[in-house]
């Protein structure tokens, strides 16, 4: 581990010294005294305040602001004493009081809440910490998260609507990834995790393959693909393939898929089907081929399937209730997507049976990773269920499932707002930051990022 960076910004009384301590040594990186710091999504930062009086009481305030889906801040809080040389330590402390509890250094990261009315107007990325001692600020800092590191390369790439391929700077040949969305569809899983991944040593295409008219809006974002999640084509891989091995960055002999929610189920099912699929991450998947939706009519989620190979569409597992659930969601009232999920495999066995996904076909590395609290679908069953098929056939799988964690457990544990879709805030950040380390060594385990051929 290497040695943090501190750098102080003195105000009314005291420092706050923000201490960077980079996870990667080989991604460290040297920043100059300042009010201001940057890391990489998902490297570890601590935060110590410094000049207090001894034994004192001191409260920090985060917050940061949003643009989207609505203008809103968030902000999280915590409460601490200092020890008797006038410090706190965030990262070991546990606080007395605040938005989260426990010693954690990224709890004032991802337990910060919206705030209402909402207001906007600040920067995503920036995460700004202010300590407070009888109600009057004594010190500030700035974090600053990105997600790629400043050399990594990233292309808009025509042949796919939204695609992008990160990469790399140096020449040879790398291990390479295709990065497939959730259900929210559009391009963020393209734009953000794409760059975050070839900062590990990987080329990524971002590829998003379906993009809807949510309810409220006019237009999708990219008219080219599918707005109905119906049928969605397997086979578009054979495509991302045949174009990546015209890269000459692309070792085409080490392609795997991360996959998330629809693009885990996306992702299994193509891995069943292509042996040029070397290792898959499919983080809270489907077991089976789920029903599709278009944002018509009560046949969502009942009359189609969701995906297709060939033309031909697979085998599916309705869901029941599906598009009241969505009305309502879209009213902003309550919903219940797990039970509209569940109530689907319980009314049709027959046809849950049918649309299993074969996993044990696929020879190639796979980590998986679910939670028994999801509010989409049961992925903690579908994670159990995924590798005892496997098991009965002779391959391995790294398989995580987290019994308080829900559906949002695909980030770095650092992001702030991951309560949504089941488990609440703390499980899931905690989830989340052990499925991504496990999911960094299992790719490095697998593609071996360190080998460049040249």
């Known amino acids: 581990m290497l040695s943090p ?31 201001l710091q940057e890391v990489l999504d998902g490297e570890s930062v601590a935060l110590t305040l410094t000049g207090l009086a001894p034994n004192s009481l001191v409260e920090v305030r985060g917050e940061r602001s949003l ?8 902000r999280s809080h915590a409460q601490f004493r200092a020890d008797a040389a006038g410090r706190v330590d965030i990262g070991s402390q546990a606080p007395l009081s605040g938005s989260y509890s426990g010693a ?13 009315p909402y207001v906007g107007g600040g920067k995503t990325n920036e995460f700004r910490f202010t300590a407070f001692v009888q109600d009057s600020a004594v010190a500030t800092t700035t974090v600053v998260q990105f997600n ?11 042949a796919f609507p939204g695609a992008v391929l990160a990469r790399p700077p140096g020449p040879g040949r790398y291990p390479t ?21 070839a900062s590990e040593g990987y080329v990524v295409l971002g590829l998003p393959y379906y993009s809807p008219v949510h309810p409220g809006q006019t237009r999708a974002q990219f008219p080219q693909l599918p707005a109905r999640f119906i049928d969605i084509p397997v086979d578009r891989l054979e495509s991302a393939w045949a174009w990546l091995k015209t890269r000459p960055e692309v070792d085409p002999e080490r392609i795997g898929l991360y996959g998330v929610s629809k693009g885990a189920e996306f992702s299994l099912i193509a891995a069943t089907h292509y042996p040029w699929i070397k290792s898959v991450v499919a983080i809270v998947p489907s ?8 944002w018509r009519d009560e046949t969502d989620g009942a009359a189609h399937s969701s995906f297709s190979f060939h033309g031909t569409p697979l085998p599916f597992t309705p869901y029941v209730g599906f598009h009241a659930d969505m009305l309502a969601g879209a009213r902003g009232l309550l919903f219940d997507l797990r039970g ?51 098991a009965a056939a002779g391959l391995p799988t790294t398989a995580l499932i ?32 052990k499925t991504w380390a496990a999911t960094l060594g299992f790719l490095r385990r697998t593609l071996k990022p360190e080998t460049v051929v040249r």
């Open 104 to 116: 954690d250094a990224s709890g004032l990261f991802w337990s910060m809440g919206p705030v209402f």
């Open 148 to 158: 790629r590191k400043p050399e990594v390369v990233v292309e808009q790439i025509a």
């Open 287 to 294: 077991d089976v081929v789920r029903g599709g939706w278009g």
């Open 402 to 433: 987290f019994r308080n964690a829900g559906h949002g457990i695909s980030s770095t544990g650092w992001q702030p707002g991951l309560a949504g879709f089941g488990g609440d805030a703390m499980e899931n950040a905690k989830a989340q930051a």
């Open 5 to 35: 960076v501190d750098f102080s910004r003195a105000l009314a009384a005291g420092f706050f010294v923000y201490a960077l301590s980079v996870a990667a040594p080989a991604s460290a990186q040297q920043f100059a005294q300042g009010s």
């Open 340 to 390: 509209t999920s569940d109530a689907g495999r319980w009314a049709y066995p027959k046809k849950a049976a049918a649309s299993r996904i074969p996993v044990e076909r696929y020879a190639g590395a796979l980590l998986v990773a679910g939670g028994m609290a999801d509010g989409v679908w049961a992925s903690g069953v579908a994670v159990q269920n995924i590798a005892e098929a496997r």
């Open 177 to 197: 990834l295709i990065a497939l969305g959730g259900g929210e569809g559009g391009d963020y899983t393209a734009r953000y995790i794409a760059p975050r991944l």
């Open 67 to 74: 643009d989207l889906p609505l203008p809103t801040v968030q």
